[in-house]
């Protein structure tokens, strides 16, 4: 029983160090992006900026961008980090894939 005990520890620190290597890998990858994505001095990106949505072809959803950011580490909250609306070229305009059905965008 203490093998195995020991065994766990182990395995706990490994797993440990791989997260903390992989922590430092994301940082270093975060920052990388950040150098390729300069802000642009011209436009500063706010979390009230207003965006329309084009959502399978239905262009009538419209929001702030700090509520597509809002649940961090979504699939939208990266779409619609600083670093990413920049390359838009300051349009306020996004297409998404229309495999996305737009009454998922809507309110109930």
Request: charged share 30%; hydrophobic share 40%; proline share 2%.
């Amino acid at each position: 029983m203490e093998k195995v005990a020991e065994a766990v520890e182990e395995l706990q620190a490994a797993i440990k160090d791989q997260e903390a290597c992989l922590k430092r890998k994301r940082e270093t990858l975060d920052e990388q992006l950040d150098h390729l994505f300069k802000k642009p001095k011209s436009k500063e990106v706010k979390a009230s900026d207003v965006i329309q949505l084009n959502v399978g072809g239905d262009t009538g959803f419209v929001t702030k961008r700090d509520t597509l950011t809002a649940v961090q580490g979504s699939r939208l909250a990266e779409m619609f980090r600083d670093r990413w609306i920049h390359s838009w070229q300051g349009t306020a305009r996004v297409a998404f894939s229309s495999t996305w059905i737009p009454s998922s965008f809507e309110l109930c």
